[in-house]
Nanobody
């Protein structure tokens, strides 16, 4: 399994970004997919998750109402739409694939929210 994130960048407060994570491997739909982030000097935290079929999602409290996780099981891609971005959303965003006790991580994409 190989994961590649993209879509990060510099955005002003209140702006939007859409992150993508492309999955290379077999049976993408079996994997639960999650987005994590890590701010400087802080621990990595779970931002959003989605089940393999896309029928169940979960969010960090501070992300609810602003972020939306979605997946396309044909394109083997998971997305994180982020609206209303705040400076505290700054960090490196990673996607993780989980199935049968195995976790796979991408290399991360930097998101910076600043005026």
């Amino acid at each position: 399994v190989h994961l590649v994130e993209s879509g990060g960048g510099l955005v002003q407060p209140g702006g939007s970004l859409r992150l993508s994570c492309t999955f290379s491997g077999f049976s993408f739909r079996r994997y639960d997919m999650n987005w994590y982030r890590q701010a400087p000097g802080k621990e990595r935290e779970l931002v959003a998750g989605i089940s393999g079929a896309g029928t169940s999602t979960n969010y960090l409290d501070s992300a609810k109402g602003r972020f939306t996780i979605a997946r396309d099981n044909v394109k083997n891609t998971v997305y994180l739409q982020m609206n209303g971005l705040k400076p505290e959303d700054t960090g490196v965003y990673y996607c993780k694939a989980t199935w049968s006790g195995n976790d796979y991580w991408g290399q991360g994409t930097q998101v910076t929210v600043s005026s």
